[in-house]
């Protein structure tokens, strides 16, 4: 869960930036959003994908997809409802990666991963 996770974020960073962060920043702005909230959800997107992906931080990472998953619920994705209008998504994929980053978030470190290799120190984690 953990690095398929981190491949959609990290998936999801990339094609922004091949969109280009001028047009996501004026889409954000179009939502009311800050226009540089796109480069900081970027580069969330980004970095903690690959963060994720190699099992580092797990648990920070986590939290901060759960907020920006969040975000684009409230600030995006409600009004076209829980499936989508036919012209926007809608949030059913966002609420399962909320409750698999809440999983990631409360179980820490997780298998093989770099959480585990450099701050497991015996017990259980």
């Known amino acids: 869960m953990r690095v398929a996770l981190g491949v959609l974020f990290l998936s999801h960073g990339i094609n922004k930036l091949q969109m280009g962060l001028d047009n996501v920043s004026g889409w954000f702005s179009g939502l009311g959003l800050p226009g540089f909230m796109a480069y900081v ?23 901060l997809f759960i907020a920006v998953l969040i975000g684009a ?20 994929l966002d609420i399962a990666f909320i409750l698999i ?25």
């Open 73 to 92: 619920v409230v600030t995006a994705k409600l009004p076209a409802g829980l499936l989508g209008n036919g012209q926007s998504a809608g949030y059913e």
């Open 41 to 63: 959800i970027t580069g969330i997107e980004l970095i903690g994908g690959v963060l994720l992906i190699v099992g580092l931080f797990t648990r920070y990472v986590s939290i």
């Open 101 to 125: 980053a809440l999983y990631l978030a409360v179980a820490g470190q997780t298998g093989l991963s770099l959480d585990r290799a450099l701050f497991h120190r015996g017990g259980r984690s």
